[in-house]
C-alpha cells in the first residue's frame, strides 16, 4: 500500500511520463483564467527597462491576481534584491526570478495527504467548509483517487441539513464502489459520522471520509456543532480525525483567508482543498493563504472531472499560472 496519498515509490514509465505531462496540461487549463490576469501584458512588460515604472505594473499584476498584499511585498522584495546584485539581465532571467520568488513562498504548504500503512484503525478525514465550497464533491473525487491507490473506502453522510448532500454522496459511492453511512434527513450529523467510523472499525476499512453540514465561518453555534461531531469521534478513537480537511472555493478571494483562519481556530485544520479554480481570475488567492496562515495545502480543484482533483505541487502551479513549461 502507498504511504503517501498520490505518488507510489516506483521508477516513472513513459505512461507515468506521459500523464504526468496530461496533469499538467489540466493544470493549465484550469488556471488559465487567473493566468490570463497575470499574464496579459506581463510577457511584453518583462521585457521593458527594468525600473520603478515596470515594479509598480508587475506589483497591480500580482493584486489584480489576488495573491494579496504581503505575498506580493515579498515577491517584488524578492525580485529587487535580484536587480540589486546584477542578477536580471534579461527577460528571460526576470520572468525566472519571478517565477522562483512565487514558488518560494508556496513550497513550504507544499504536502501530500500522507496515509500511514495499515495499523488496524481506520485513517479517518473530517471534511469541512461553508456552504458552496464543493464539500460533497470534493470527497467524491477524494474516493475516486483512494479507490485508485488500492485503498478501501468508507463514506459518511454527515451534511444532514442538506437532503441532496446525501444523495450525491451516495451517488459519488456507487459510481466508485464505494459504501456510504447515512441516515434520514434532519439526523443527528454527529450520530451518522459515530456510525460510519465504528463500521470502517470493524471492518478494518483503510479511510473513513466524513462530510460535514456547510456552515458560514461566522455561525458559533453551528461551529459548536462540527466541534461536536470531532470530539464524538474521538470517542471512537483518540486519534480521531487523523485529518480535518477545509475546502475552500478558490473564487472567493480573500474572504478564504477569513473562512480559513476561523475554522483552524475552531477546530484545528491540517490541511486545504482549494476548489473551482477553473472558474475564476483569483487563484492567486493560494499565495496569501501560504504567507497568512501556512496551513499544508493537500490538494486543489482545477474542473469538472475526478481527475481535476490534482496532489497540490508549488512549482507546477506557478509554472502553469505563468504559462511556462514544466520541464
Known amino acids: 500500500m502507498a504511504a503517501m496519498f498520490g505518488f507510489r515509490k516506483k521508477e516513472p514509465s513513459a505512461a507515468d511520463t506521459q500523464e504526468r505531462a496530461g496533469l499538467f496540461a489540466r493544470l493549465k487549463q484550469g488556471l488559465a483564467k ?70 518560494d513562498i508556496l513550497e513550504p504548504v507544499e504536502e501530500p495527504l500522507r496515509i500511514p500503512p495499515q495499523r488496524g484503525r481506520p485513517f479517518s478525514i473530517l471534511v469541512v467548509g461553508v456552504n ?38 451516495q451517488t459519488w459511492g456507487e459510481r466508485n464502489g464505494v459504501p456510504v453511512v447515512a441516515q434520514g434527513p434532519g439526523a443527528d450529523s454527529a450520530s451518522v459520522v459515530f456510525d460510519a467510523l465504528q463500521a470502517a472499525q470493524s471492518r478494518r476499512t483503510d479511510v473513513m471520509v466524513a462530510d460535514t453540514a456547510g456552515r458560514l465561518h461566522t455561525q458559533h453555534n453551528l461551529m459548536d456543532e462540527i466541534r461536536k461531531v470531532r470530539r464524538v469521534m474521538g470517542r471512537l478513537d483518540p486519534d480521531a480525525p487523523d485529518e480535518v480537511l477545509l475546502v475552500i472555493d478558490g473564487g472567493t478571494g480573500q474572504n478564504a483567508l477569513a473562512q480559513a483562519r476561523q475554522f483552524h481556530e475552531a477546530l484545528g485544520v491540517t490541511g486545504l482543498v482549494v476548489t473551482k479554480l477553473d472558474g475564476t481570475a483569483k487563484g492567486g488567492v493560494l499565495f496569501a493563504l501560504a504567507r497568512q496562515l501556512g496551513i499544508p495545502v493537500r490538494f486543489i480543484g482545477v474542473g469538472e472531472r475526478a481527475e481535476d482533483l490534482q496532489p497540490f505541487e508549488a512549482r507546477a502551479f506557478v509554472r502553469a499560472l505563468l504559462n511556462r513549461s514544466n520541464n
Open 34 to 103: 487567473t493566468g490570463r490576469v497575470l499574464n496579459t501584458d506581463i510577457t511584453e512588460l518583462l521585457r521593458r527597462k527594468i525600473d520603478d515604472t515596470l515594479f509598480e505594473e508587475l506589483e497591480e499584476r500580482l493584486l489584480l491576481a489576488d495573491v494579496g498584499v504581503d505575498a506580493t511585498q515579498q515577491i517584488m522584495d524578492q525580485i529587487a534584491r535580484a536587480v540589486k546584485r546584477g542578477e536580471l539581465g534579461d527577460a528571460e532571467a526576470l520572468m525566472q526570478a519571478l517565477e522562483q520568488a512565487m514558488t
Open 132 to 169: 458552496g465550497a464543493g464539500k460533497t464533491t470534493t470527497i467524491g473525487k477524494l474516493a475516486h483517487h483512494l479507490r485508485a491507490e488500492d485503498y478501501s473506502v468508507l463514506l459518511a453522510a454527515g451534511d444532514t441539513f442538506r437532503a441532496a448532500a446525501v444523495e450525491q454522496l
